[in-house]
């Protein structure tokens, strides 16, 4: 049987899937009645799309970031009507009514999961070939379980909806069960998925996409061998590489680059901005020697609230560090006084900046795997399962080697714990605002020990996950919240 749920709108759907340029054309409302999106291939992969569209929507590219750095070692806030909301991340003063849980966090990755449900529930009835039914299936498979995989990251299992259990009541579901249909979804999808490369637009999943989104599942959930295993596949294909600028890598003109795996594609204009470098630009930025191509101009906005990094951070890096000439630490002002910002957790991550940014839309993307992660992905679970090896070194040290600096040998990391903590430090400075901090000190178990030794007094062992939402528990009483809430 047909079924479409009425709460989707596919009229309003846009979708920019293609091109950073070009959005999704939609055909007239009239063409968008249940029978025509779900019987014909036009009508089914506008579903498609909207599942994709969820699932990277531009405009939640600070949730990424400042959700998963402002309560690390990493991130900090001050100032602005965002502050507000910054200060229960950065303080651990959550509760389940804090609104980013729900409306950054819940309701997006919900909302890919009902539109890759109904893909997949109505597949067999499209009149279009039996390739496109397993291509299209496969793509909404391996969105559903990334979606989980998010969700479970910040709030443990959660009610898994399917097809049969879409509205209604519903438990949670257990531990075990979210982690066998989160891997069973992907591994059955990917060899209905195309190589990497032949893709039919740059966004859609194919099979690099896919094992990259299962190594990082497999890493956070500490199935190492999985996760060498999956990180490996990901590097035979032989298609990803290192692009040979670390600076270089974020601009503009280098999108799509053969080291982005899968990005959040952002264009200068409303909803399709990555907003993240108007929070990050200091008071009354003007000019700075470290960026003389970066050209702030009056159509730019400067947010009140300051996305900073932390000092005891930013003093980690070696100076000889690469990745540090991504990060402003002096700047002048419209003033034309120069400021300091190297001190009092004061710099400023620059990853993100776009002169043909618009108010405060950036059309820089946000990387959400790349190649570096695969190699580091590979050295870390390597690590887990025998130690240092000269593989794993070997992996590592690609990355350092781009950033400038030297090698690591044997004598420097000879134990299991020593390699760890050289890893955590490596995606620490890898990774600075891509949204990855949160999840790499809880997989290393030193998130809330890291924020007791700041002074969070709110961090507590049941913090290391986030709430489920008030609005959920209301909504579906045989949802439980997570101890300690």
């Avoid at 047909?2 to 999704?24: A, Q, R």
């Avoid at 097809?163 to 069960?177: D, I, K, S, V, Y």
């Avoid at 043909?356 to 946000?366: C, I, K, L």
């Avoid at 002074?455 to 996950?465: C, D, Q, T, Y």
Wanted: hydrophobic residues 40%; neutral net charge.
């Amino acid at each position: 049987m047909k079924k479409i749920f009425t709460y989707i709108l596919i009229s309003g759907m846009v979708f920019s899937i293609s091109s950073c340029e070009k959005s999704l054309e939609v055909s007239p409302n009239s063409e968008f009645s249940p029978d025509n999106v779900l019987s014909t291939d036009a009508g089914i992969k506008s579903l498609l799309f909207s599942a994709y569209a969820q699932a990277q929507t531009q405009t939640n590219s600070r949730w990424v970031i400042n959700g998963a750095e402002m309560c690390t070692d990493v991130g900090y806030d001050t100032g602005g009507a965002e502050n507000g909301g910054l200060l229960t991340l950065i303080n651990y003063t959550w509760d389940p009514t804090t609104a980013t849980f729900f409306d950054d966090l819940w309701a997006p990755n919900y909302r890919a999961i009902r539109d890759a449900n109904n893909v997949i529930q109505n597949i067999d009835a499209v009149n279009t070939t039996d390739a496109n039914k397993k291509l299209y299936t496969a793509e909404a498979k391996v969105i559903r379980a990334q979606a989980y995989a998010i969700l479970y990251n910040n709030f443990g299992p959660v009610p898994l909806r399917t097809p049969e259990t879409q509205t209604g009541a519903l438990a949670r579901a257990t531990n075990q069960q979210m982690l066998d249909f989160i891997e069973s979804e992907i591994t059955s999808a990917i060899a209905d998925l195309p190589n990497p490369g032949a893709e039919a637009a740059f966004g859609r999943y194919n099979k690099g996409v896919a094992n990259a989104i299962l190594a990082k599942f497999y890493l956070n959930s500490k199935q190492w061998q999985k996760a060498a295993d999956a990180a490996k596949a990901v590097i035979d294909f032989n298609y990803y590489s290192l692009f040979p600028s670390f600076e270089g890598l974020f601009r503009v003109e280098n999108e799509r680059n053969k080291e982005i795996i899968l990005a959040l594609q952002c264009r200068p204009e409303d909803p399709f901005g990555n907003w993240f470098q108007a929070g990050a630009l200091p008071p009354a930025y003007k000019s700075s020697p470290q960026f003389p191509n970066y050209v702030y101009t009056s159509s730019m906005s400067n947010f009140a609230t300051m996305y900073r990094l932390r000092t005891a951070f930013t003093n980690t890096f070696a100076p000889t560090d690469k990745r540090l000439s991504l990060i402003l630490t002096s700047y002048v002002n419209t003033s034309n006084a120069t400021v300091s910002l190297a001190t009092g957790d004061n710099a400023r991550s620059f990853k993100y900046w776009d002169n043909a940014t618009v108010g405060n839309n950036s059309g820089t993307d946000v990387p959400v795997l790349r190649y570096a992660d695969m190699l580091l992905t590979r050295a870390e679970a390597l690590n887990e399962l025998s130690g240092p090896t000269t593989e794993n070194l070997g992996l590592i040290n690609q990355v350092r080697t781009r950033a400038g600096l030297a090698n690591l040998i044997l004598i420097d990391v000879p134990s299991k714990e020593l390699f760890r903590d050289a890893i955590l430090r490596e995606r620490g400075w890898e990774f600075v605002s891509e949204g990855k901090r949160r999840e790499d000190m809880v997989r290393q178990g030193k998130l809330i020990s890291n924020a007791i030794a700041r002074g969070i007094s709110n961090a507590k062992e049941h913090r290391v996950l986030f709430p489920i939402p008030q609005s959920e528990l209301d909504a579906n009483k045989l949802c439980t919240q997570n101890p300690g809430y």
